[in-house]
């Protein structure tokens, strides 16, 4: 955990990543909020907080003695928020800095193709150095 931002917004982000990639599908439990306390050293009470909230954001459900479950279109809105968010806060400063430094669009879309070129190559290095 960070000091950027509230303990808590960082578990919702971690739960959230994790129905993103698909560890956690539709309908399906997620970590437990104890398992979270322990795992990321944080007070039981901000674990609770955290799955609450995507509780009340229509990204979990309680199954009654259960647990916390995926809702059904959680995926979906949670990359459609934060390609919302990415949008407006990245984006934007990404733009604005570009525009700053007179960067072209052009020149933009060269050095983002060359940087994910370079990221997919460091990906495949290390993803055979760990077979």
Do not use: H, W
């Amino acid at each position: 955990m960070n000091n950027d931002r509230p303990v808590f917004a960082q578990i919702m982000e971690i739960v959230e990543n994790g129905i993103i990639d698909e560890t956690y599908g539709t309908d399906e439990l997620i970590i437990s909020t104890t398992q979270i306390s322990r795992l990321y050293n944080v007070n039981p009470a901000t674990a609770v907080k955290a799955v609450s909230r995507l509780a009340e954001d229509g990204i979990l459900y309680k199954k009654p003695g259960i647990g916390m479950c995926v809702a059904a279109g959680a995926r979906e809105k949670i990359v459609k928020r934060r390609k919302k968010r990415f949008t407006e806060t990245t984006l934007g400063a990404f733009l604005a800095e570009a525009r700053t430094l007179n960067i072209t669009a052009e020149e933009l879309v060269k050095l983002i193709r060359e940087k994910e070129t370079d990221e997919r190559k460091e990906f495949a290095k290390t993803e055979g150095a760990n077979k």
